[in-house]
C-alpha cells in the first residue's frame, strides 16, 4: 500500500532533504527508520528538495509498505528519528498518488530579526543593523514585483536541473513582526532551486540601497543575471505548506 507521511524538520544538521553520498540528510535518516521499523527496504519520494540548513513545518513523503497501519508505529518511529525530525501524520492515500509531482501549492517563509537572538540564530537571519535602516517600502516593491513575472531564470542557482524556469506565483509579501523582524511570505506552483533565498538576499539589497530595483526588473525583462545578487543564509528559510488535489484524499491539516 501507499502511504503520505506529513513530517517536521529542523534543517541545522543536514546537508539538506535529499539523500548524499557523503553527507547526512533528512531521507536519509528517514528511510533508516522505516526501514528498521518495518524490517523491510523502504524508500522514499519526498514533496521537494529542501537546501542544507533549511527547515520545514510541513513536509511529505510517500512511501510504500507491507504494514496495514503504519501510523498505529508513529510513536516507535519518532523514538528512533533523531529530535529534530518529527513524523506527525501517516496517511493512506491511491497507489497513483505522487509526494512530488502531485503537489500543486507550496508556500515558504523566510524571517529575519534585526536583534541579536541566541534563540533564533539557526532559525532567522540576523541582519546586524537595525530596523530603520531597512527601506520597508523598497521591501514591499520587491515583493510585488516578483507578482508580475511567471519565469525567473535570474533567481535560479546556475547549477540547476529544471526542465523549466517557469513559477506561478500565487503570493509575494512581507509581514512586519514588531520592531524586530520581517517575515517574507510566498507561495507558487513550484520553485527553482535557491530561488526564495536569492529574491530574499536581492530584495535586502535594494531595501538597503545596495542594489537598485530597476536592476532587478531590468534582469527579469531580460531573463539574465542580476549583477552582484545575494542568496540569504539557508537557516531563515521554511517550507510551510504544501496543498494537493482533493484525489490525493489527505485530511484537512
Known amino acids: ?17 535529499q539523500r548524499q553520498p557523503n553527507a547526512n540528510s533528512v531521507q536519509e535518516e528517514i528511510e533508516k527508520c522505516l526501514s528498521t521499523i518495518f524490517r523491510e527496504e523502504i524508500a522514499i519520494m519526498g514533496c521537494g528538495r ?19 497501519d503504519p501510523d498505529g508505529h508513529r510513536a516507535r518511529l519518532n523514538g528512533f528519528l533523531p529530535r529534530d525530525i518529527v513524523i ?19 508556500a515558504y517563509e523566510y524571517h529575519i530579526n534585526f536583534v541579536k537572538n541566541p534563540f533564533a540564530v539557526d ?16 521591501l514591499d516593491a520587491c515583493a510585488e514585483l516578483i507578482k508580475q513575472y511567471g519565469t525567473f531564470f535570474p533567481f535560479c542557482k546556475s547549477n540547476h536541473d529544471a ?18 523582524g520581517l517575515v517574507y511570505h510566498i507561495a507558487a506552483n513550484r520553485f527553482l532551486r535557491g530561488m526564495v533565498r536569492l529574491i530574499v538576499g536581492c530584495s535586502v ?8 530595483l530597476e536592476k532587478i526588473q531590468e534582469a527579469l525583462d531580460q531573463q ?20 494537493y488535489p482533493d484525489s490525493v484524499n489527505l485530511p484537512l491539516t
Not at 542544507?52 to 513536509?59: E, I, L, Q, T, Y
Not at 506527525?88 to 507550496?106: K, Q, S, W
Not at 539574465?224 to 496543498?243: D, M, N
Open 205 to 212: 539589497r535594494v531595501a538597503t540601497g545596495r542594489l537598485e
Open 123 to 138: 532559525t532567522s537571519w540576523q541582519v546586524p543593523m537595525r530596523g530603520h535602516d531597512i527601506d520597508v517600502e523598497k
Open 88 to 106: 506527525e501524520e501517516i496517511i493512506p492515500v491511491p497507489e497513483e498518488a505522487h509526494a512530488r509531482f502531485d503537489a500543486h501549492h507550496r
Open 50 to 68: 529542501t537546501d542544507a540548513g533549511v527547515h520545514a513545518k510541513k513536509f511529505y513523503f510517500h512511501f510504500e509498505t507491507s504494514f496495514s
Open 1 to 17: 500500500m501507499r502511504f503520505f507521511a506529513r513530517i517536521q524538520y529542523l534543517g541545522k544538521n543536514y546537508a539538506g532533504w
Open 163 to 180: 526542465h523549466t524556469l517557469d513559477c506561478t506565483i500565487y503570493e509575494s509579501r512581507w509581514e512586519r513582526v514588531g520592531e524586530r
Open 224 to 243: 539574465t543575471r542580476i549583477a552582484y545578487a545575494y542568496s540569504a543564509p539557508a537557516q531563515g528559510l521554511f517550507l510551510t505548506e504544501v496543498k
